[in-house]
């Protein structure tokens, strides 16, 4: 199985902050990566597919990079909505795999 | 716009059995990959298997810890999907949703999940 690390798993930040969360994977899987936000007793949100292409309705300041092993998942200057977790996921083997969460907290 | 809605979730003793559904709508469901994925009482996302399309012959795939415990099967004449759960343990505890595949096997739409509890 291929295993997803998130760090941090908790972030602490500002409105208007930078944040970065990264995800790495156990072993490559090109671009096949997703991110998404969720908020308390809510289903996730789809956020960002194939490492780097915004959904549809997502807000630029969302953005994903990365391939092989190594993605991030960059919000340029968060907005009190972002506060949440966030999660990424693989797509390219099964079983299909979740990163264990990063949950964005106000500072 | 794209609706899924899960229902048939509950309180089961372990050992038993229940059997969630979806249902879809404002899209064509017969197209899509779905899914079903679950997240345990404050933990992160599990995802628990697939049914391929027809075109890909109903297909599915499995998480190991489900596997041969939970089957997954869709009525694509009404837009349904479903999930049959067997053996139900403890650990099976979570909220249980159904989620739509699209090209590349992204999720792109979510149901707002259903409850299962396994308790005594």
């Known amino acids: 199985d291929i295993q997803l690390t998130q760090s941090p798993s908790f972030l602490s930040a500002s409105v208007g902050d930078r944040v970065t969360i990264t995800c790495r994977a156990s072993?490559?899987?090109?671009?096949?990566l997703a991110w998404f936000q969720q908020k308390p007793g809510k289903a996730p949100k789809l956020l960002i597919y194939?490492?780097?292409t915004l959904q549809t309705g997502v807000p630029s300041r969302f953005s994903g990079s990365g391939s092989g092993t190594e993605f991030t998942l960059t919000i340029s200057s968060l907005q009190p909505e972002d506060f949440a977790t966030y999660y990424c996921?693989?797509?390219?083997?099964?079983?299909?795999?979740f990163g264990g969460g990063t949950q964005v907290e106000i500072k | 716009e794209v609706q899924l809605v899960e229902s048939g979730g509950g309180l089961v003793q372990p050992g038993g059995s229940l059997r969630l559904s979806c249902a879809g709508s404002?899209?064509?469901?017969?197209?899509?990959?779905m899914d079903w994925v679950r997240q345990a009482p404050g933990k992160g996302l599990e995802w628990v298997g697939r049914?391929?399309?027809?075109?890909?012959?109903?297909?599915?795939e499995y998480a190991a810890s489900v596997k041969g415990r939970f089957s997954i099967s869709r009525d694509d004449s009404k837009n349904s999907l479903y999930l049959q759960m067997n053996s139900l343990k403890i650990e099976d505890t979570a909220v249980y949703y159904c989620?739509?595949?699209?090209?590349?096997?992204?999720?792109?739409?979510w149901g707002q999940g259903t409850q299962v509890t396994v308790s005594s």
């Open positions: 194939a490492a780097s």
């Open positions: 049914t391929r399309n027809k075109v890909n012959s109903y297909t599915t």
């Open positions: 072993q490559g899987i090109s671009s096949s």
């Open positions: 404002a899209f064509t469901f017969s197209d899509h990959y």
């Open positions: 996921q693989q797509v390219t083997s099964y079983p299909l795999t």
């Open positions: 989620v739509r595949a699209v090209g590349g096997n992204y999720f792109d739409y």
